[in-house]
């Protein structure tokens, strides 16, 4: 595998978990039923959305491992 082409995996791999597991929650938690919910409701639902995504992406990267991919 090359330099640029190991980079360019690395860069992706970064850029999903940061979309995933920092972006989205904070979008979900800014949606206006979430929103005006109760603060409990509000952090069990931007938690779960944060755990989902954070597992997805460890899925991902096993799956990508066991292919060869990374």
Not at 41 to 65: E, F, K, M, N, S
């Amino acid at each position: 595998m090359s330099w640029i082409s190991a980079m360019a995996r690395g860069l992706l791999i970064v850029a999903y978990f940061v979309v995933a597991t920092v972006w989205l929650p904070d979008k979900v938690a800014s949606i206006d039923t979430v929103e005006s919910a109760s603060r409990l409701v509000r952090d069990i639902v931007t938690a779960g959305v944060w755990a989902v995504a954070l597992a997805i992406g460890i899925w991902l990267l096993r799956l990508a491992q066991r292919r060869g991919i990374v």
